[in-house]
Structures are given as structure tokens and as C-alpha cells.
């Protein structure tokens, strides 16, 4: 059973920087594609980014600039690296391991980590 932990949440004063990692169990990790979700109380969870195992990106509109996601295949480790964070950033991450190279649905979920950005 493959299980996934992130860490690194915390709180930030906006413009501040926050890297959160993800770490997940098994030998196939390098053949997943992982992401990174957050939701707010209330509101659908969304896609941040994501990243294939051939190591290609995508993000979503609002992040798009100021996030990067990464990947450590040695590690089985997945990173976000956020920067110039705004108050709306305020959310639960999740990390997701995906079920396939390209596919995040049905995958893995972590247990979350929160992010608060405030002053």
C-alpha cells in the first residue's frame, strides 16, 4: 500500500516563501506523476501543479509565476517551492500520487498540511 506524507506547512507573512515536500512509500514512484492539491473550508479542492514522471509541469493560472514543483526520483520525494505568497493562498495542501505517468485521478492521497499566509 502505497502511503504519502507531506510536511512543511506553516504560517507566512504574505510575500514571504514556503517549501513543502512530499514523501512517498514504494519503488515506483519514479513511474507516477504526483501533485499538489489545496482546499479551503467550504470551497472544491483544486490542482496547484503538477508534474509527469518524465518530468514535464503544469499549474494553475493563480500560482503560475510564483510556484514550483519538483521531483526527487533518488528521494521519492515530490517539492512545491512557493514564493510571493498572498493571503489566498491560505489553504490545506495535499499531495496526490497519481496512477499512472500522466494521471492524477484516483490516485494516492496525503493527509494535508495547512498553509496560512497572514501578517
Known amino acids: 500500500q502505497v502511503q504519502v506524507v507531506e510536511s512543511g506547512g506553516g504560517l507566512v507573512q504574505p510575500g514571504g516563501s514556503l517549501r513543502l515536500s512530499c514523501a512517498a512509500s514504494?519503488?515506483?514512484?519514479?513511474?507516477?506523476?504526483m501533485g499538489w492539491y489545496r482546499q479551503n473550508t467550504g470551497k472544491e479542492r483544486e490542482l496547484v501543479a503538477r508534474?509527469?514522471?518524465?518530468?514535464?509541469?503544469t499549474y494553475a493560472d493563480s500560482v503560475k509565476g510564483r510556484f514550483t514543483i519538483s521531483r526527487d526520483n533518488a528521494k521519492n520525494t515530490v517539492h512545491l517551492q512557493m514564493n510571493s505568497l498572498k493571503s489566498e493562498d491560505t489553504a490545506v495542501y495535499y499531495c496526490?500520487?497519481?496512477?499512472?505517468?500522466?494521471?492524477?485521478?484516483?490516485?494516492?492521497w496525503g493527509q494535508g498540511t495547512q498553509v496560512t499566509v497572514s501578517s
Open positions: 508534474i509527469t514522471s518524465g518530468g514535464s509541469t
Open positions: 514504494g519503488s515506483i514512484f519514479r513511474f507516477k506523476a
Open positions: 496526490r500520487q497519481g496512477r499512472d505517468a500522466m494521471d492524477l485521478s484516483g490516485g494516492v
